[in-house]
């Protein structure tokens, strides 16, 4: 029997912010050098720091019992052609990857809402999760191709 889900609010203290900085680095460092050549560590520190305090409120720790396995962050924003849910800083620790969690913590954030996200043109493997999910790439960048799944 699957277990259920469990997250846990980010509460936007420092020791919060080191861990999705650890869980950031184990999920991300690999994209980000096939995208960008290599890993800033300063770069992706401020980076992450600066979303961070704009976005810890909504910033949600995915665990397993105690242990936190993953981030997801999700939240209501608005674009030139309307409100999406976006995503973003969803990160699954790289054990529990493959495993179908993902997926459904995915499913529990989408709901009946037009969503939105970016991947790192150098993370494929992301790509097509998110496109045998239904989303699809509207708009590409240099770095960057950004997905909508429609309901």
């Known amino acids: 029997m699957e277990k259920d889900l469990k997250f846990r609010n980010c509460d936007g203290s420092k020791e919060d912010f080191a861990l999705l900085q650890t869980i950031h680095r184990t999920t991300m460092e690999s994209p980000i050098i096939q995208t960008m050549g290599e890993w800033d560590e300063r770069f992706q520190t401020a980076k992450l720091m600066s979303r961070y305090y704009e976005s810890n409120k909504t ?49 529990a954030h989408l709901k009946d809402v037009p969503t939105r996200l970016s991947v790192l043109n150098g993370d494929v493997n992301r790509m097509d999760f998110y496109r045998r999910r239904g989303f699809s790439a509207y708009r590409e960048e240099d770095v960057r191709t950004y997905f909508e799944w429609l309901p």
Do not use: H
């Not at 105690?66 to 030139?80: A, H, K, L, P, V």
């Not at 409100?83 to 499913?107: C, D, H, M």
């Open 59 to 107: 910033l949600k720790f995915l665990m397993d019992g105690d242990r936190e396995i993953g981030t997801m962050n999700c939240w209501m924003r608005n674009f030139d052609d309307g409100e999406f849910a976006f995503i973003e800083q969803f990160y699954i620790l790289p054990e529990f990857q493959g495993t179908g969690l993902g997926s459904r913590v995915l499913n």
